[in-house]
């Protein structure tokens, strides 16, 4: 489904959509991204396949109001995935939400004025769906996280307030645009630009030695691609409806470390001690007051439950298949080490 209007994507310097580009790109896709800065700031964006004929970059700012108008007019879809994603900051109100919200708000205004707009694509987070796992249960998209505040995983309240505002909107407007939302879980892979992105810098920290031992952590994982093609299919696929929990797989951290030694990183300062067992749960619950704040409490609240994810929705109605997990780690890491995020050679 190629349409000759321009496709918006908000925040197109991201890790998320600067993949999102890519492959609208790669279709044949027109399309327009916003960004914060000067576009030339951006020649990963500017140089990629298709971008000199068809790529457009416009500055915007989420906290300004209707500084979207004209960039959206005129587009038949909009993917908002702008938001901040960050851990341990100054001030969650002013960091956090009122981008995420204010943000969600200025760029529904702006789909509303633009009689051309058929449907916006909203990224949203796992975090709109829950803020904790629950190992007597398996989450689907019918879950929502309740439990968040802005003393209480702040990141994880922007997302669920973000997305809460955008689907009482369409309540409350009843625009002639619809809302589909992708729900991703800790994305991984290959990035497209030069800054290490939240999500992978896990993965950079597991081998860093910041982890100093193994933990009873999982975490529901999916690679980056996988995530973009899910944004495109839920434009493209016109009975795509609600929200759409994307996910591969959920892993233990003592599997991942195995993994990643066993697939030729172990010079590299992979945990080593197993705390994994109750003792360590409740031991590494006692460490984690040492930790910044918000660290320390995504440990309390994680460590010691299991995760289930039910990704059965976005399998059936976008047909997305999922890649395998173990190759985007590889994939992952080869790639920290390209930028410089991760030493060719580890010292020990
Ligand atoms: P990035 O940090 O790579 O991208 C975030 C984007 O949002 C950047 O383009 C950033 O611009 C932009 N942005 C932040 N604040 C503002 C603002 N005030 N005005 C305009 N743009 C702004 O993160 P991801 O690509 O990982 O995340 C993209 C989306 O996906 C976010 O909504 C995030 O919550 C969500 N998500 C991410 C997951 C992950 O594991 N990575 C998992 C689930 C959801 P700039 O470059 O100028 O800072």
Redesign the pocket.
Not at 34 to 37: A, G, I, P
Not at 60 to 64: E, F, N, V
Not at 80 to 86: E, I, N, Q
């Given at each position: 489904m190629i349409t000759n209007k321009p496709v918006c994507v908000?925040?197109?310097?991201?890790?998320?959509?600067?993949h999102i580009i890519r492959e609208l790109l790669e279709q044949g896709y027109l399309v327009r991204g916003?960004?914060?800065?000067e576009p030339k700031s951006y020649p990963f964006l500017l140089e990629l396949p298709g971008a000199a004929e068809r790529l457009e970059l416009v500055q915007?700012?989420?906290?300004?109001a209707g500084s979207y108008d004209q960039i959206i007019k005129g587009c038949e879809y909009v993917f908002?995935?702008?938001?901040?994603?960050?851990v341990n900051v100054k001030n969650p109100q002013t960091d956090l939400v009122?981008?995420?919200v204010l943000?969600t708000e200025t760029i529904l205004e702006s789909c509303m004025k633009s009689i051309s707009i058929k449907r916006l694509i909203f990224?949203?987070?796992?975090?709109a769906i829950t803020d904790e796992p629950d190992s007597s249960k398996t989450f689907t998209e019918k879950d929502w996280n309740t439990m968040s505040s802005l003393d209480r995983q702040p990141?994880h309240y922007?997302?669920t307030l973000?997305e809460r505002e955008a689907w009482d909107f369409i309540m409350r407007k009843k625009p002639t645009f619809d809302l589909v939302v992708?729900?991703?879980?800790?994305?991984?892979g290959p990035s497209l630009?030069p800054?290490l992105?939240?999500?992978?810098q896990i993965i950079r920290d597991i081998m860093n030695g910041v982890y100093p031992c193994i933990m009873d952590l999982n975490w529901g994982l999916?690679d980056?691609r996988d995530?973009a093609t899910a944004h495109i299919l839920a434009m493209e696929t016109e009975a795509a409806k609600g929200r759409y929990l994307?996910t591969a797989e959920s892993m233990h951290m003592r599997d991942l470390v195995a993994f990643l030694k066993s697939s030729g990183f172990e010079k590299y300062s992979l945990p080593k001690l197993d705390l994994s067992g109750k003792a360590g749960t409740v031991l590494m619950k006692i460490l984690s007051f040492s930790q910044p704040k918000d660290t320390g409490m995504y440990i309390r609240i994680n460590v010691g439950r299991t995760l289930r994810l039910d990704n059965s929705k976005i399998r059936r109605d976008l047909a997305l298949s999922f890649r395998s997990v173990r190759e985007s780690l590889i994939e992952t890491v080869h790639d920290m080490v390209k930028w410089g995020h991760l030493p060719r050679k580890p010292a020990n």
């Open positions: 908000t925040g197109a310097s991201g890790f998320i959509a600067s916003t960004v914060r800065k915007a700012d989420l906290l300004t908002h995935t702008a938001s901040p994603y960050k009122d981008p995420a943000g990224t949203s987070s796992i975090t990141y922007s997302k973000a992708i729900n991703p879980v800790l994305v991984i630009t800054s992105n939240t999500s992978n999916v980056v995530v994307c």
